[in-house]
């Protein structure tokens, strides 16, 4: 099975958690980052995962331009979906129905939600004040959650 992992990320937490789930599932996972990576050849690739954080309660259009325009080819494939987010419980659940196309949703059976990072160091003043007056919190926080990501590969591996 060879696996392709396109996301998105804003201040390095998806990327952190997209290395963690490669060195989960197989040493020939390619990774993709939408942002500087612009050839992505989806035929190369059995298995799709897809997914990024959620700012704003959105994830990164560029990524959510990429799954429509490639949708059908996207539905032959093998599919993997994940959003990281501050949220937990039903916001998350709304956060990735809001994520991804419906068709794609309906064909995956691996739903990945791995949890999230405020690092207050990378946020620009804006962002600084939102997350002050909607979180809070005034120091980095972390709640990556492993188990998740690693529940998550092992799904993948037996699709
Ligand atoms: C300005 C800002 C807005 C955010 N909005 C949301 C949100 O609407 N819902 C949520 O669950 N998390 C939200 N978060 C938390 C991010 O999803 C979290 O920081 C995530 O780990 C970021 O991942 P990234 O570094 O890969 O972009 C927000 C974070 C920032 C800085």
Known sequence: MKFAIIYATKHGCTDKCVHTLANNLDDNTVLFNIENDKIININD???I?????IH?????????????????????????LFICCMFE???????????????????TKAHGFFGGELAIEKMNLFEKAIIKKVANIEESVSKINYSNIKAFAEKMKSL
């Open 45 to 47: 690739y059995d298995s």
């Open 49 to 53: 995962i897809l997914g990024g954080s």
């Open 56 to 80: 704003a309660g959105t994830i990164n259009k560029k990524l959510f331009g990429f799954m429509e325009k490639n949708l059908d080819i996207l539905l032959q494939k093998e599919l993997g």
């Open 89 to 107: 419980g039903d916001q998350a659940l709304d956060q990735f129905r809001n994520a991804f196309p419906e068709a794609l949703r309906n064909k």
